[in-house]
């Protein structure tokens, strides 16, 4: 396959370039304890939404100004239409951007709202939802989670149980949501909720609203990680009064809205240059004086790193694969979920080899004490949740095997 760029892709290339060069804030640096973002776009040291609130003043101020800066271009939203503040870019245009970002190190903005809420309401959504929700995602001063998982309704989401009842011109909607991502800094949430208890089969019943995050009788609690982070939340609906007028779609055809929605969270580049990094810093350390001293020298370790140099320019060509489509105007499907699941299983796997290069040192959890070591050992703790939060391994296996491959459900 060839990638390389044609002379327009790559004049825009230079041109992200420069403009990441002038205009990223010299102050906005990225945060030497701030565990990984579990979201893959996200390059490590940088979580926008909670640096936008940040208490420290500087990171505070970055993080308003980078996103400034992008929204001038229309570059928070690259692929919306410019009419609702985006650049109107091209797939692949938005993918060179997204590329060279996570090559610079410099984080995207307000991810949720502009990669799946937003495309959703271009979609699904009404004249006046679009002009009074995109904007403000388009300029940086609004962000967005998404409460479509339960306990107990997670891989089998139509099962949910949240309640949504019609009172008048509100739904007034009871239950409880969880692993709401960046859930504490949202302004305002989409939700699936049940609008119909006895619907066969039971994601007939499913409507998808567009909730206050500020909205009386809602409670939003961070939830603790494995890492000690609070990366998402749990949230609990007592009586909440939504508008009708913030469903998205018909009443209980919100099944399809949302599946609109997880279709763009699957496509992308995703993490594939922070593991191109990472691998690229391990290799770099080896290849050093001190790395030759410390670091466990075997054939086993340098044949493992070499399999996942293989690996992420697999994973490359599949994200560039899937844009491809995209760019032919197909809406990504099964080859999205290999990408996802491939993406996830890989960063486990890298995590493993990092920890296995470094032998005992991997043990160092000090960032101080031995910074690539312990890169590698908050990787593995990462990468625990990759393979669940897109969806997990084994129900993009069952996708691929079902929607791919045309195999029988059972
Ligand atoms: C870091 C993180 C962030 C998240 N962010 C969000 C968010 O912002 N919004 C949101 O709504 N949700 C979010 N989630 C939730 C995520 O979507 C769910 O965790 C995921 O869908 C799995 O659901 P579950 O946790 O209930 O596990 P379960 O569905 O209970 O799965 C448990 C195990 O059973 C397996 N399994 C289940 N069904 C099948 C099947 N049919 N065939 C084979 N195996 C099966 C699974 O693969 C898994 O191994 C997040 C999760 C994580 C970890």
Same mark, same amino acid.
């Given at each position: 396959?060839? +990638?390389?760029?044609?002379?327009?892709?790559?004049?825009?290339?230079?041109?992200?370039?420069?403009?990441?060069?002038?205009?990223?804030?010299?102050?906005?640096?990225?945060?030497?304890?701030?565990?990984?973002?579990?979201?893959?776009?996200?390059?490590?040291?940088?979580?926008?939404?909670?640096?936008?609130?940040?208490?420290?003043?500087?990171?505070?101020?970055?993080?308003?100004?980078?996103?400034?800066?992008?929204?001038?271009?229309?570059?928070?939203?690259?692929?919306?239409?410019?009419?609702?503040?985006?650049?109107?870019?091209?797939?692949?245009?938005?993918?060179?951007?997204?590329?060279?970002?996570?090559?610079?190190?410099?984080?995207?903005?307000?991810?949720?709202?502009?990669?799946?809420?937003?495309?959703?309401?271009?979609?699904?959504?009404?004249?006046?939802?679009?002009?009074?929700?995109?904007?403000?995602?388009?300029?940086?001063?609004?962000?967005?989670?998404?409460?479509?998982?339960?306990?107990?309704?997670?891989?089998?989401?139509?099962?949910?149980?949240?309640?949504?009842?019609?009172?008048?011109?509100?739904?007034?909607?009871?239950?409880?949501?969880?692993?709401?991502?960046?859930?504490?800094?949202?302004? +305002?949430? =989409?939700?699936?909720?049940?609008?119909?208890?006895?619907?066969?089969?039971?994601?007939?019943?499913?409507? =998808?609203?567009?909730?206050?995050?500020?909205?009386?009788?809602?409670?939003?609690?961070? @939830?603790?990680?494995?890492?000690?982070?609070?990366?998402?939340?749990?949230?609990?609906?007592?009586?909440?009064?939504?508008?009708?007028?913030?469903?998205?779609?018909?009443?209980?055809?919100?099944?399809?809205?949302?599946?609109?929605?997880?279709?763009?969270?699957?496509?992308?580049?995703?993490?594939?240059?922070?593991?191109?990094?990472?691998?690229?810093?391990?290799?770099?350390?080896?290849?050093?004086?001190?790395?030759?001293?410390?670091?466990?020298?075997?054939?086993?370790?340098?044949?493992?790193?070499?399999?996942?140099?293989?690996?992420?320019?697999?994973?490359?060509?599949?994200?560039?694969?899937?844009?491809?489509?995209?760019?032919?105007?197909?809406?990504?499907?099964?080859?999205?979920? @290999?990408?996802?699941?491939?993406?996830?299983?890989?960063?486990?796997?890298?995590?493993?080899?990092?920890?296995?290069?470094?032998?005992?040192?991997?043990?160092?959890?000090?960032?101080?004490?031995?910074?690539?070591?312990?890169? =590698?050992?908050?990787?593995?703790?990462?990468?625990?949740?990759?393979?669940?939060?897109?969806?997990?391994?084994?129900?993009?296996?069952?996708?691929?095997?079902?929607?791919?491959?045309?195999?029988?459900?059972?």
């Amino acid at each position: 396959m060839n +990638w390389a760029d044609s002379p327009e892709q790559a004049a825009f290339r230079e041109e992200v370039r420069a403009f990441i060069r002038d205009n990223f804030p010299e102050g906005y640096r990225p945060d030497p304890g701030a565990e990984q973002s579990l979201e893959p776009e996200d390059v490590w040291g940088y979580n926008w939404p909670a640096d936008r609130v940040s208490d420290d003043p500087e990171r505070r101020d970055g993080a308003r100004r980078w996103a400034a800066a992008l929204a001038e271009r229309g570059w928070i939203t690259p692929h919306w239409p410019k009419e609702y503040g985006g650049a109107g870019l091209s797939v692949m245009e938005e993918f060179i951007l997204q590329e060279e970002m996570m090559r610079a190190r410099v984080p995207t903005v307000n991810g949720i709202g502009a990669f799946l809420l937003g495309p959703t309401l271009l979609e699904a959504g009404t004249d006046e939802q679009r002009a009074t929700h995109l904007p403000p995602i388009a300029r940086g001063e609004v962000t967005w989670a998404q409460g479509f998982s339960e306990p107990g309704s997670g891989s089998d989401l139509a099962s949910l149980r949240t309640r949504a009842v019609r009172d008048g011109d509100h739904y007034v909607v009871d239950g409880q949501k969880v692993w709401t991502s960046l859930g504490q800094y949202a302004d +305002w949430l =989409f939700v699936l909720v049940r609008t119909e208890p006895d619907a066969d089969p039971k994601h007939r019943g499913i409507t =998808f609203l567009l909730v206050d995050a500020r909205s009386p009788g809602l409670t939003i609690n961070p @939830i603790t990680d494995i890492r000690g982070d609070t990366p998402f939340c749990e949230m609990f609906f007592d009586g909440v009064r939504v508008p009708v007028s913030c469903r998205v779609g018909e009443e209980n055809r919100g099944w399809y809205v949302a599946m609109t929605a997880l279709s763009f969270e699957r496509a992308g580049i995703g993490a594939t240059i922070k593991y191109e990094q990472a691998v690229a810093e391990l290799v770099r350390y080896l290849s050093s004086e001190e790395g030759r001293r410390f670091v466990r020298d075997d054939a086993s370790v340098r044949q493992e790193i070499a399999r996942r140099y293989t690996e992420i320019r697999v994973l490359y060509n599949l994200a560039r694969y899937s844009v491809s489509r995209q760019a032919a105007g197909e809406v990504p499907g099964h080859e999205a979920s @290999i990408s996802q699941m491939f993406g996830a299983e890989l960063h486990q796997r890298l995590a493993r080899t990092g920890a296995k290069a470094f032998g005992e040192f991997a043990r160092l959890w000090q960032r101080e004490d031995a910074p690539l070591a312990a890169a =590698f050992t908050h990787m593995r703790r990462d990468s625990v949740a990759t393979t669940f939060l897109g969806g997990t391994s084994e129900i993009q296996r069952n996708v691929i095997a079902t929607r791919g491959l045309g195999l029988p459900r059972s």
